[in-house]
């Protein structure tokens, strides 16, 4: 695969987030929260049948519901939900989404599953298992890390969260920023190949730093 629909993660007008909250505690409020407190200037939709208001903010019950078309999904529901959300989203018209959710593995079927879903509209995929997508410069802050990052002109790209978010702390003691934060998660789709043909054109960067466990596709990460 290449960069195709990933700026649909990169510079969303619009998100919408599955399994959004109230429960204390919940992944599912903290992401809605840190979108909200981020700033982002688009329009945000939660998503969760069991509420009519998250946040202050209308909660739909499902796609079909939604005002307009969400140009970032964020998932943050349990993993046999993940397919049919993917599904949903491409036959609405969304090209991306950061999939929080961990449990899509091999072994239940529900990775594949999930890659199925997105074929037909060449859907892109972060993660699963992923802590979520913080690009500072645009004030998205689409995950659970436990504070935001400042914006700057170092890209980082991990497999770990807790690196991730070991990172940021050290970058706020530092003063330093970032022009985005990806934790890539199970890397199901996009990898950190595609990641970096997406950097290499962005202009916000001028420093790309890494923690990789494996290099899924090494003749593609070397190209990039």
């Not at 529900?110 to 972060?126: D, T």
């Not at 645009?138 to 995950?143: C, D, T």
Request: charged share 15%; aromatic share 6%.
């Amino acid at each position: 695969m290449t960069i195709r629909n990933l700026e649909n993660a990169v510079h969303p007008k619009s998100l919408a987030v599955f399994g959004a909250s109230v429960r204390e505690g919940s992944v599912g409020r903290v992401v809605l929260q840190n979108i909200v407190d981020a700033g982002f200037r688009g329009e945000i939709w939660p998503i969760n049948p069991k509420y009519d208001e998250v946040a202050g903010r209308r909660c739909y019950a499902g796609v079909a519901d939604l005002p307009g078309i969400p140009d970032l999904g964020v998932i943050a529901t349990p993993p046999a939900t993940v397919p049919g959300i993917i599904g949903d989203l491409g036959a609405r018209g969304t090209r991306a989404a950061v999939v929080i959710t961990a449990g899509l593995t091999h072994e239940n079927g529900l990775r594949q599953a999930m890659l199925e879903a997105a074929r037909p509209y060449l859907f892109r995929i972060i993660g699963p298992n992923t802590l979520g997508l913080m690009i500072p410069p645009a004030r998205l802050n689409a995950g659970f890390a436990h504070m935001a990052a400042k914006p700057g002109n170092i890209a980082l790209l991990s497999q770990s969260g807790a690196i991730a978010t070991s990172l940021i702390d050290w970058a706020a003691e530092n003063h330093l920023g970032f022009s985005h934060i990806v934790s890539l998660g199970d890397m199901a789709d996009v990898d950190v190949g595609d990641w970096l043909d997406m950097l290499a054109g962005d202009a916000h960067t001028s420093a790309i730093v890494m923690y990789l466990e494996t290099i899924p596709n090494p003749r593609k990460f070397m190209s990039a």
